[in-house]
C-alpha cells in the first residue's frame, strides 16, 4: 500500500525561459521530473537545471523512442539491451550521487566508484550529477571543513578526485550565497578570506594524505570539469 500522498503538477513549455524557470523553482532532490523535448537547446536547458537542483529526470521521449524502435526491431535485440542497461545504470548513478550527497551516509563510500572532494561550494553536487547522469558511475562527494574530520572509510577508496579553487573566485560565490540566507547566518565568517583561506590549507593538506589528483575549478565550467575527471580516470 502506498501511504504517501503523489502530487503531479504539469507544465506545458514551448520555450524555455526565464519565466518557466521560476515556476520550477520549488523543485528538490525529492521530486521527480517527466519531460518531452525534442530541441536540442532546450533540452540541455531543462536537463542542466535538473542537475543543479539534485532532481532526478526523465526523458520520456528517449524512453517512448527506445519501446517503438525494440517494438518494431528495428534493431537487433542485443543492442536494445544494452542500451537499457545503459540508461537505467545511469538512473541508479544519479539517485546514488543524490541519496549520498555531501557524504550525509558514510557506509556508501565503498561502494562508490569515484569520490569528489572538496570545499563547500566548489561544485561538488551538480558535478556529481553530471557525472553520474553522463557516465553511469555511483559518485559521492565528500566536503573539506577543518572542524570535522572525513570519513576513515576515504582513505580506503581507490578513485578519489579533489577540487581546488582560487580564494578570490570563491569569496565572490560565497557572499552571493551569503544574500540567501538568513540575517544570524549571514553574520558567520562563511565568506571572509580568513576564513576561506583556512579552509584552502586544509583540504590542501587532505589532499596530499590523500595522494588525489586536484583540479582548479576557479574558471571551468561543470562540463568541462567532466572531462577532465573522465581522462584521469580513464573512462
Not at 112 to 135: E, H, M, Q
Amino acid at each position: 500500500m502506498i501511504k504517501d500522498e503523489l502530487n503531479r503538477e504539469d507544465f506545458k513549455l514551448i520555450q524555455i525561459t526565464h519565466k518557466e524557470f521560476e515556476a520550477l523553482e520549488i523543485l528538490n532532490s525529492k521530486n521527480l521530473v517527466f519531460f518531452s523535448l525534442k530541441d536540442k537547446k532546450q533540452l540541455r536547458k531543462l536537463e542542466d537545471f535538473c542537475i543543479e537542483k539534485n532532481v532526478i529526470y526523465f526523458d520520456t521521449f528517449k524512453i517512448l523512442k527506445y519501446g517503438f524502435k525494440k517494438l518494431f526491431k528495428k534493431s537487433k535485440a542485443n543492442s536494445f539491451k544494452k542500451m537499457d542497461e545503459k540508461y537505467f545504470k545511469r538512473i541508479e548513478a544519479m539517485e546514488f550521487a543524490v541519496k549520498y550527497d555531501d557524504g550525509k551516509i558514510s557506509r556508501g563510500i565503498l561502494e562508490a566508484d569515484l569520490l569528489i572532494v572538496g570545499l563547500s561550494r566548489t561544485s561538488k553536487t551538480p558535478l556529481s550529477i553530471y557525472l553520474a547522469n553522463k557516465s553511469g558511475l555511483k559518485i559521492i562527494n565528500i566536503p573539506l571543513v577543518p572542524e570535522i574530520s572525513i570519513p576513515k572509510e576515504v582513505f580506503r577508496a581507490t578513485q578519489i578526485i579533489g577540487l581546488t579553487i582560487s580564494i578570490d573566485k570563491l569569496n565572490k560565490i560565497r557572499e552571493q550565497r551569503l544574500k540567501t540566507m538568513k540575517a544570524e547566518e549571514r553574520a558567520s565568517s562563511y565568506a571572509s578570506f580568513g576564513r576561506i583561506l583556512e579552509e584552502l590549507d586544509y583540504s590542501d593538506k587532505i589532499m596530499k594524505k590523500l595522494q588525489c589528483p586536484v583540479i582548479d575549478v576557479s574558471e571551468k565550467a561543470i562540463e568541462e570539469t567532466a572531462e577532465i575527471i573522465l581522462k584521469l580516470i580513464k573512462l
